[in-house]
Nanobody
Framework: QVQLVESGGGLVQAGGSLRLSCAAS????????MGWFRQAPGKEREFVAA?????????YYADSVKGRFTISRDNAKNTLYLQMNSLKPEDTAVYYC???????????????????WGQGTQVTVSS
């Protein structure tokens, strides 16, 4: 089992940047594929980005964030990151990190495909 704790959210102006972090407990972090999701008020949780387990050689992004967000991982620090640039008001949401223990070679974009979740961190982008 792994416990996840997000940090780095906050209030930023449109066009600005934030870096989210997700600290994972345990010694098996590298064996989990990881993902970032977000949920705005009144909307369903939506996929943002995912990164493969082990060295994180594969990544995948939602079209809405492609070219602006970068997902990465540091297995030595048991930490997942989401660098968010050129932020827009529509990026405002609670952001969650999640862990997928399946060791599948395909990246999961459905929330149901993830086994462990953090508590979320609020990102607010003002216009």
């Amino acid at each position: 089992q792994v416990q996840l704790v997000e940090s780095g959210g906050g209030l930023v102006q449109a066009g600005g940047s934030l870096r989210l972090s997700c600290a994972a407990s345990g010694r098996t972090f590298s064996s989990y594929a990881m993902g970032w999701f977000r949920q705005a008020p009144g909307k369903e949780r939506e996929f943002v980005a995912a990164i493969s387990w082990s060295g994180g050689g594969s990544t995948y992004y939602a079209d809405s964030v492609k070219g602006r967000f970068t997902i990465s991982r540091d297995n030595a620090k048991n930490t997942l990151y989401l660098q968010m640039n050129s932020l827009k008001p529509e990026d405002t949401a609670v952001y969650y990190c999640a862990a997928d223990r399946s060791r599948s070679w395909s990246l999961e974009i459905r929330p149901v495909g993830y086994d462990y979740w953090g508590q979320g961190t609020q990102v607010t982008v003002s216009s």
